[in-house]
């Protein structure tokens, strides 16, 4: 089987009841990132390579309230780090981001998300080769599912003829944090690998 080739849920790894991991307060808002939504706030999750350079990219927004890295749109319940780069999980490299309404917007998120990497690339980001790399957008409500796709079809008319967009989007059904190390990575490891890109493209203007 190739890295590329995507997994059948018959395939997937059988993982485990429990967490992986116990999660810390966010290195840099020192906030519980596990902490249920508050009334001013909402969430999406998103993935564009690996996940520490993703998540550096969103954490430094305006209006941000938190962040973090795990493993979504896959099969493999509670999947450690090695699993899911196994290509036996069916999962990707994500990251939650929780935001503020009153201070930004899904959609000013989705700019950020098009424009910080290729979409065009299909199960891999850059030199990171894999299903575990692909892009991905999973929604919470279909509200938040139809902006992705009118996003997506924006972003696809300014890219032209730099390719397709491949990026998965879906409702999302289960998001599993990753291991405690890879929770802001590059905030603890500011020398550490980023990996994340882009087209060169800006998504069109409102």
């Known amino acids: 089987m190739r890295k590329t080739d995507m997994i059948s849920e018959a395939e997937a790894l059988p993982g485990r009841e429990n967490a992986i991991a116990t999660m810390e307060p966010h290195f840099i808002f020192h906030n519980d990132?596990?902490?249920?939504?508050?009334?001013?706030?909402?969430?999406?999750?998103?993935?564009?390579?690996?996940?520490?350079?993703?998540e550096r990219v969103f954490w430094q927004l305006p209006g941000i309230t938190t962040t973090s890295v795990g493993y979504a749109g896959g099969y493999t319940p509670n999947p450690t780090y090695e699993e899911v780069c196994s290509g036996m999980t069916g999962h990707t490299e994500v990251v939650r981001i929780v935001y503020n309404i009153t201070r930004t917007t899904l959609t000013d998120l989705l700019k950020v998300?098009?424009?910080?990497?290729?979409?065009?690339?299909?199960?891999?980001?850059?030199?990171?080769?894999?299903?575990?790399?692909?892009?991905?957008?999973?929604?919470?409500?279909?509200?938040?599912?139809a902006l992705a796709q009118t996003t997506k079809q924006q972003f696809q008319r300014a890219l032209g003829d730099k390719g397709d967009i491949q990026t998965e989007i879906k409702l999302s059904n289960q998001y599993y944090f990753a291991e405690v190390y890879h929770q802001q990575y590059l905030a603890k490891n500011p020398n550490g690998y980023c990996g994340i890109g882009g087209t060169g493209v800006c998504f069109p203007p409102q």
């Open 33 to 54: 990132v596990t902490a249920p939504l508050a009334e001013n706030e909402e969430s999406i999750i998103v993935g564009l390579g690996c996940f520490w350079g993703a």
């Open 113 to 145: 998300f098009w424009e910080k990497h290729d979409p065009t690339q299909g199960m891999r980001q850059g030199n990171d080769v894999g299903t575990q790399y692909r892009s991905a957008i999973y929604c919470n409500d279909d509200q938040q599912l």
